[in-house]
């Protein structure tokens, strides 16, 4: 079966756009980190795995599941994660940044190859994202939202034993 990429686009378009209004929330949250707006930051957070979960529900639940779609809402996951871990690469060991950035590069390139492989030979493929991964991605984001809210209680002036618990937190995520 030859793939049809205007047929899997129109198809996908509606969690596409889920997935795409989720990236929306990195400028916000490093423009509120910036202008010390850290309230802000778990909303937009929780903004961004709001759509990451509904991409994939409506996708399903309407039956739009696409190609792109498998390809680009991971491929978002990555890109909010990298985005903040280079916006707070002097914060963030280097140590823990390279391997996340390293193994979704490496992941990316898989995937990639799958698609590229699959088209020229006409062999079906899957690039879908496992469970494991999303659990991954889930960890990621919850240690750099703790970061984040670790700045929020030193600025807002909460007891420093609490700034302490997020930064437990943010190098467990």
């Known amino acids: 079966m030859k793939y049809d990429f205007w047929t899997d686009f129109k198809l996908g378009w509606k969690p596409n756009l889920v997935t795409a209004s989720g990236l929306l929330s990195i400028p916000t949250i490093i423009y509120a980190h910036i202008h010390a707006i850290l309230w802000l ?10 759509t990451d979960w509904k991409d994939g529900n409506l996708a399903r639940k309407l039956n739009l599941s696409s190609q792109i779609g498998a390809f680009f809402d991971p491929l978002a996951d ?3 994660t990298w985005s903040l871990l280079i916006y707070c690469w002097d914060r963030i060991p280097m140590w823990i940044s390279i391997p996340i950035i390293a193994f979704g590069a490496m992941n990316t390139g898989v995937r990639i190859y799958k698609i590229v492989e699959g088209k020229t030979k006409d062999l079906p493929y899957n ?3 496992f469970m494991s991964g999303k659990l991954k991605t889930n960890f990621e984001k919850s240690g750099l ?7 929020a209680t030193i600025l807002y002036g909460a007891p420093t034993w609490l700034a302490d618990v997020f930064l437990v937190l943010h190098y467990i995520g």
């Open 41 to 50: 930051i778990p909303f937009f957070f929780a903004f961004a795995w709001y």
């Open 145 to 151: 939202v703790a970061l984040f809210l670790m700045d």
């Open 127 to 129: 690039i879908m994202a």
């Open 78 to 80: 990555k890109i909010f």
